[in-house]
C-alpha cells in the first residue's frame, strides 16, 4: 500500500462546495484549452480527449469532475484503482454513467444506458502494472496504457483469455530516452506493436509516451511527433491486429498544447484540473 493511503480516505464520496468550485473551474479551464489548441492546429473540434489524471485523487473529487465534463479518467496505481472502484461505479451509475469494463454487465441489467448515448466513461491504468495486480484492474480497468514490454502483454493476455474479456492496451514508448521514465525503446515499438496485435484477449489501440522533461519546445515536439510517425508506420503496416492503433496518448498539464500540435488524441491531465497534490 503507498504511504499516503494511510492519511487520505480515497473511498471518500464527500466535498465541500469549495473544493468542488475549484475542480469544476480546473475542468472547464482545461477543455478551453484544449479546444484552443485544436484550433489552432487546424485539428477538428473534438478530436483530442481529455483523460483526468486521478493519482491521489478521491471519489469525491473525481465525480465533480465528471459532472464538469470529464469523459475519461486514469489511474496510476492499481490499489488505488480497487481503493476507488466500488464508489466511482456506484456514483456512475447513479448519474447513468457506465464506468469502464463494467460496462457489458451494467448494460446487460438495464442498470444504465451504456455506450449507444454516449453515457461511458473509459478507465484507463495509466501507471506501471507490476504482473501481481493483472488480476484485480481486469474487472474495473478498460485499457491499459502502460504496456511497455511483450512479456507484459503476454501476462495480460493470458488473464484476459482465462476471463472471456478483451481489454485495450497503448503500447508506452519512452521517446525521451529518460532513464527515470518507463516504456520500450522507440527503435522496439514497431515490431512490440505488432507482437501485441496478434495476442488473444486484448485490442491494440495506440501508443502512450510521457513528454521529454526540458524547457526546450523543439525537443519536447520532436518527441511528440516521432511518436506519431511510429504509429503511422505501424498502420501502414498493415499487419494483422494493428489497424486499430490510432490512439496518441501524450501531453499532460505543461505541455498539452505542444501535444495537440503534433497530432495528440488523448491528453492526460491532473494537476491542472485538481491542483497540485499533497502527496506523492
Keep these: ?95 447513468g454513467f457506465t464506468l469502464g469494463a463494467a460496462t457489458a454487465e451494467a448494460v446487460a441489467g438495464g442498470a444504465v444506458a451504456g455506450d449507444a448515448d454516449g453515457t461511458h466513461i473509459p478507465f484507463h491504468l495509466i501507471g506501471q502494472l507490476q504482473s501481481n495486480k493483472i488480476g484485480k484492474v481486469l474487472p474495473v480497468i478498460n485499457t491499459i496504457e502502460s504496456v511497455d514490454s511483450v512479456d507484459l502483454a503476454e501476462k495480460i493476455s493470458r488473464r484476459a483469455v482465462a476471463r472471456g474479456i478483451t481489454v485495450g492496451v497503448l503500447l508506452e514508448v519512452n521517446e525521451s530516452g529518460e532513464a527515470s521514465k518507463s516504456g520500450c525503446d522507440p527503435a522496439h515499438a514497431i515490431r512490440i506493436a505488432q507482437k501485441i496485435g496478434t495476442l488473444d484477449g486484448l485490442e491494440l489501440q495506440g501508443l502512450m509516451t510521457i513528454g521529454a ?68
Excluded at 14 to 33: F, P, S
Excluded at 227 to 237: G, N, Q
Design 1 to 95: 500500500m503507498t504511504a499516503y493511503m494511510d492519511h487520505k480516505n480515497l473511498a471518500n464520496e464527500v466535498i465541500d462546495a469549495a473544493r468542488a468550485q475549484e475542480i469544476t473551474d480546473g475542468v472547464h479551464r482545461v477543455l478551453d484549452r484544449v479546444a484552443t489548441a485544436e484550433a489552432q492546429a487546424g485539428r477538428e473540434v473534438g478530436s483530442v480527449k481529455l483523460l483526468a489524471a486521478t493519482k491521489t485523487r478521491d471519489v469525491g473529487e473525481i465525480m465533480t469532475a465528471i459532472d464538469a465534463g470529464v469523459r475519461m479518467i486514469g489511474e496510476n496505481r492499481p490499489q488505488e484503482v480497487m481503493a476507488k472502484a466500488e464508489g466511482l461505479l456506484k456514483q456512475c451509475a447513479q448519474r
Design 213 to 280: 522533461h526540458v524547457d526546450n519546445e523543439t525537443t519536447i515536439r520532436k518527441c511528440f511527433a516521432h511518436l506519431r510517425k511510429t504509429r503511422d508506420l505501424i498502420l501502414a503496416s498493415k499487419t494483422p491486429g494493428t489497424e486499430r492503433c490510432l490512439e496518441l496518448s501524450m501531453g499532460m498539464t505543461g505541455d498539452m498544447e505542444l501535444a495537440i500540435a503534433e497530432g495528440s488524441t488523448i491528453v492526460r491531465v491532473g494537476t491542472a484540473i485538481f491542483g497540485e497534490r499533497a502527496f506523492i
